[in-house]
């Protein structure tokens, strides 16, 4: 017997349309669907008879009509595809992502195209949606990312204290220094060293001298804006650029850190520890001819307030 070869061509175009393992969508003009394939049920729950010529828009109300309509209109007017990546947009369509459980998506990353349909005339009266799942690519490209800026942090930060390590300090003080020349408000510099810290190590152990140091850094980075740069210079050394501060507010910073200090007891295996820390402060110069200058300037502040009994703020002149 002779099978109507228009109603064959449907079956195969509807085993293929169900087989594909991509979403397929064709629209109108108006938004209305012309056509639902088998993942597109399988994902949304949404048999083709429901949506068949129903407004897309009415059936996922998540879809920001505005964006989808602009981003679909060069498939009608130039006839041309326009893809968007799951970066631009997570996902057209919120579906489950049907990874393990142990996966960390909540939805299924997706791809789009969209393809003009034309007809025999050339005209574009409808497009198709093509939906590609690409959670995998999507969740390994983000844990890539994640492991990098992980990666950058600890390169930057000085493990015992959080505050940033020596070299990357370094590296935004040197910045620091040259921003300042071309800027009218100064930014101030200051060193702070513990006062008799060998002797904390000796008396204590070298873990309580490690715990003093996570202390000091966790009041300084409490004291101290998100915008400032504070860094373990080495040892018991810490070093903080203040941007665009004036002198008089940055000895009002190092006098809170000094008071916080001397007011904070560390206790280390039942054992009480008192420490107080010396502090001296260098604002920028313009006459600075390189950044040691302003180092050195804060340096000798600092020796000063050493060797004036320590536990004190000097401010360079
Ligand atoms: N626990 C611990 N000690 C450290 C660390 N890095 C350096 N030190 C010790 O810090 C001490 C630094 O002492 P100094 O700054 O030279 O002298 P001080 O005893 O603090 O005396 P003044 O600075 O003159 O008040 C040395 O004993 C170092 O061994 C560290 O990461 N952990």
């Not at 083709?48 to 998540?62: A, S, W």
């Not at 990546?85 to 789009?112: G, K, V």
């Not at 492991?147 to 204290?161: M, S, W």
């Not at 505050?163 to 300090?169: G, I, K, S």
Request: proline share 3%.
């Amino acid at each position: 017997m002779a099978v109507d070869s228009s109603l064959a061509e449907m079956h195969w175009k509807h085993d293929l349309l169900g087989s594909i393992e991509v979403g397929i969508v064709v629209l109108d003009k108006e938004f209305n669907v012309k056509v639902w394939n088998q993942f597109m049920e399988n994902h949304s729950s949404i048999v083709p008879g429901m949506i068949q010529d129903k407004n897309l828009f009415e059936f996922f109300p998540e879809i920001d009509n505005e964006w989808f309509m602009r981003k679909a209109a060069p498939a009608f007017s130039l006839k041309s595809p326009v893809f968007i990546i799951w970066e631009q947009r997570p996902y057209l369509f919120h579906f489950d992502c049907n990874r393990p459980i142990t996966s960390q998506a909540n939805y299924m990353y997706q791809n789009i195209t969209i393809f003009p349909l034309a007809s025999l005339t050339g005209q574009v009266e409808q497009v198709c949606i093509v939906i590609y799942d690409v959670t995998d690519e999507a969740l390994s490209k983000l844990a890539m990312q994640s492991l990098n800026a992980q990666l950058e942090n600890i390169n930057r930060v000085d493990g015992l204290t959080g505050l940033y390590n020596r070299r990357f300090w370094e590296e935004q003080f040197i910045m620091e220094y040259k921003r300042n020349h071309r800027s009218k408000n100064p930014s101030a510099l200051i060193m702070l060293d513990i006062d008799h810290f060998k002797k904390v190590n000796d008396t204590h152990g070298h873990p309580a001298g490690d715990e003093v140091l996570k202390i000091v850094g966790s009041i300084i980075k409490k004291a101290t804006r998100e915008t400032d740069i504070a860094g373990r210079y080495g040892g018991d050394e810490f070093a903080i650029i203040l941007p665009d501060t004036p002198a008089a507010d940055v000895e009002f910073v190092a006098e809170r850190i000094r008071r916080l200090v001397e007011k904070c007891t560390v206790v280390y295996d039942e054992v009480n520890i008192s420490i107080t820390i010396s502090i001296g402060i260098a604002g920028f110069k313009h006459n600075f001819t390189d950044n040691i200058q302003w180092l050195d300037s804060a340096d000798k502040a600092l020796y000063q307030a050493k060797n004036s009994s320590r536990n004190r703020v000097i401010l360079s002149e």
